[in-house]
């Protein structure tokens, strides 16, 4: 009797390991828990602006239904989804206007910014109207920035989103390299192009480390959008806009839908 009592017990609790085991498994297969929010920060790149289809009620923060978060919370049905992204937003106006959906129910962000603090928008006018070495100098101003200050501003975002969300994964997207290089192209010359995309590469250098020491996943676009940048002949970017000159060096749809989101869900 002894015996089989023991194996009785024995048996019950290599099943209870076993389905704890299996349980766990599972939750690593899917760390997107089928109860978790999502909730999408950031700038433009992340709003959609360049993509169409605006939301009205966005206003002026341009988020689109073409737009990569837009375009994942579609496709994978969170509980909650939350959409504070905004064209022009700096890492203070995430900090001050974009974080209040996030909670211990969130199980997913994601996010891009640095941009805008390192001076975009200027640096691309710069780089439109004046000389290459007016180009360049901005471009040198811009990475000084990325070197000396973006990287404190970086870490207090993150620092706020984990925690205002502990138990969310947190994907960090970057910037693409915006021009295809060594290819006859009217517009910018190669001295400036070369300079703007390796610009870009400081930047997310910048801020892959500050999301690695975060413990947060950094996504890089760039390889999906080889061979769409400008110049490119396919390519997912806006160049100058003049009829719409927000839209200029931003993502148009395609972008969204083949740079942006193919990351997102290879990182979520």
């Keep these: 009797m002894r015996r089989s009592r023991f194996v ?4 019950s609790l290599l099943l209870a390991v076993g389905t704890a085991l299996t349980g766990a498994a599972a939750a690593q297969a899917s760390p997107l828990a089928a109860t978790g929010g999502y909730v999408a920060l950031g700038d433009s790149y992340s709003s959609g602006v360049g993509a169409g289809s605006y939301i009205t009620s966005s206003g002026e923060c341009k988020r689109s239904t073409k737009a990569y978060p837009y375009l994942w919370a579609a496709a994978h049905s969170p509980s909650t989804f939350n959409f504070t992204a905004c ?3 700096r890492t203070g106006d995430v900090l001050a206007g974009q974080l209040a959906p996030l909670s211990a129910a969130t199980a997913l962000v994601s996010l891009t910014v640095g941009g805008n603090d390192a001076g975009f928008a200027d640096v691309m006018t ?30 207090s975002v993150y620092s706020a989103i984990r925690s205002k969300a502990p138990n969310a994964r947190v994907v ?9 290089l060594d290819t006859t192209c ?12 390796d610009g870009s590469d400081h930047l997310n250098t910048a801020i892959a480390k500050r999301a690695a020491n975060h413990g947060f996943t950094f996504g890089d676009v760039r390889p999906a959008f080889t061979g769409h940048e400008i110049c490119s ?27 942006y989101l193919p990351v997102l869900d290879a990182n979520d």
């Design 233 to 259: 002949g396919d390519s997912w970017l806006h160049s100058v806009n003049w009829l719409n000159i927000g839209d200029s060096f931003h993502p148009k749809a395609s972008g969204q839908s083949g740079g």
């Design 186 to 197: 009217l517009g910018l010359s190669e001295a400036k192009r070369k300079a703007i995309n």
């Design 87 to 89: 064209s022009g937003a």
């Design 126 to 155: 710069t780089c439109v109207t004046q000389s290459d070495s007016a180009c360049i100098s901005r471009i040198n101003t811009a990475r000084a920035y990325v070197d000396s200050t973006l990287p404190g501003k970086l870490d």
């Design 8 to 11: 009785v017990l024995l048996s």
């Design 172 to 180: 960090v997207l970057g910037y693409p390299r915006f021009y295809k």
